[in-house]
């Protein structure tokens, strides 16, 4: 997949476009009958820490030629992100991820990739927005999650307690105060009083929950969510 052109040309383009994480896509060229890159835009909001094309930069791209693999940038230590793998499965193409600080390159091959915090059912207290949040924590970080609310029902909020604020107290976990949300952070949501509904950042704009009566996902951080966050949480340092 990789050769001494593709990774110097790959090279030259990340580090052209630092802080900003670079990407696009791998090319056989239809004239020149090789392997080249073709440049994307990065259209994320938090440039330095995501990178997400347009859907137009693929079509162009399949243009000049077959679309062999995707490629991007690390400014920071890091390995390939679910928003990754999601992606090299449903365009079935490798990833090839440029480490900046580590000088090197990784690949991702789409695999049948499923990931084990989608599509669950939903069931108040056993299967829901916070046991995604308990599980993901103690599987993916080596973290446990105090259960702050262990008997909750479908009526849990109408107690009229600010349980966030009481779970701070005792918790491993700080408020963030601005919108900067980094990966594993934790978003609140509030529908209604003290209504809170719990999403983790995956980075790239996206978030994983478990919306009530629906099957856990991940969804795009868009606007109707947006709206609704009272809290996010980042892990204590």
């Known amino acids: 997949m990789l050769n001494d052109y593709l990774e110097r040309e790959i090279k030259i383009h990340a580090l052209h476009d630092m802080p900003n994480e670079a990407g696009g896509y791998i090319i056989f060229h239809d004239y020149y009958k090789k392997l080249d890159i073709h440049k994307a835009e990065n259209i994320a909001e938090d440039k330095?820490?995501?990178?997400?094309?347009?859907?137009?930069?693929?079509?162009?791209?399949?243009?000049?030629?077959?679309?062999?693999?995707?490629?991007?940038?690390?400014?920071?230590?890091?390995?390939?992100?679910?928003?990754?793998?999601?992606?090299?499965?449903?365009?079935?193409?490798?990833?090839?991820?440029?480490?900046?600080?580590?000088?090197?390159?990784?690949?991702?091959?789409?695999?049948?990739?499923?990931?084990?915090?989608?599509?669950?059912?939903?069931?108040?207290?056993?299967?829901?927005?916070?046991?995604?949040?308990?599980?993901?924590?103690?599987n993916e970080l080596g973290i446990i999650v105090k259960n702050y609310l262990p008997d909750r029902d479908s009526n849990w909020y109408k107690k009229g307690v600010d349980y966030i604020q009481e779970y701070i107290n005792d918790s491993p976990f700080n408020l963030i105060i601005d919108n900067n949300y980094e990966e594993n952070d934790i978003i609140i949501l509030e529908y209604g009083k003290h209504r809170f509904?719990?999403?983790?950042?995956?980075?790239?704009?996206?978030?994983?929950?478990?919306?009530a009566g629906r099957k856990s996902c991940i969804e795009v951080l868009s606007d109707k969510y947006i709206k609704k966050i009272k809290y996010a949480l980042r892990l204590k340092t």
């Open 48 to 138: 330095q820490k995501n990178c997400l094309f347009k859907p137009a930069d693929y079509v162009n791209a399949s243009l000049w030629g077959e679309i062999r693999a995707i490629y991007h940038s690390h400014c920071t230590e890091g390995s390939f992100s679910e928003i990754d793998k999601k992606a090299a499965e449903k365009l079935n193409l490798p990833i090839i991820l440029y480490s900046i600080p580590n000088k090197e390159f990784k690949i991702y091959y789409p695999k049948n990739y499923k990931n084990k915090y989608e599509n669950l059912e939903f069931e108040i207290g056993k299967q829901d927005c916070f046991t995604l949040f308990q599980n993901y924590y103690k």
């Open 197 to 211: 509904h719990f999403c983790i950042y995956l980075g790239q704009n996206q978030i994983l929950h478990h919306p």
